[in-house]
């Protein structure tokens, strides 16, 4: 059972940076791995993930050029660097990890685990 660990939220002012942290317990098997964010009255939404086999990946289109995802070479740590934050982007942010290969990245029920979350508050 992979248990995902986030960190790195905080409040910042638009137009400032954050870098988000996501620690895995284990990642042999994992095929993508991904994040996600929710607003208060908002659905859940992928922002980005990034596959494991090749390193490639995916955002979506509001955070593409702002945001970049990544993992260490163990790919033990996955981040998730925000800049150019708006009010926009203000979010609980969840990481998740999916274990089989087919679909779109962006469906979040592809994702078998999930961490608790972090929030990322910006302010205008």
């Known amino acids: 059972h992979e248990q995902l660990v986030e960190s790195g939220g905080g409040s910042v002012q638009a137009g400032g940076s954050l870098t988000l942290s996501c620690a895995a317990s284990?990642?042999?098997?994992?095929?993508?791995m991904g994040w996600f964010r929710q607003a208060p009255g908002k659905e859940r939404e992928a922002v980005a993930a990034?596959?494991?086999?090749?390193?490639?990946?995916n955002y979506r289109g509001s955070v593409r050029g702002r945001f970049t995802i990544s993992q260490d070479n163990a790919k033990e740590l996955l981040y998730l660097q925000m800049n150019s934050l708006n009010a926009e982007d203000t979010a609980m942010y969840y990481c998740?990890?999916?274990?089989?290969?087919?679909?779109?990245?962006?469906?979040?029920?592809?994702?078998?685990?999930w961490g608790q979350g972090t929030q990322v508050t910006v302010s205008s």
């Open positions: 998740a990890a999916r274990m089989v290969q087919g679909g779109t990245w962006m469906d979040a029920w592809r994702y078998k685990y």
């Open positions: 284990e990642t042999d098997s994992t095929h993508c």
């Open positions: 990034i596959y494991t086999s090749d390193g490639s990946t």
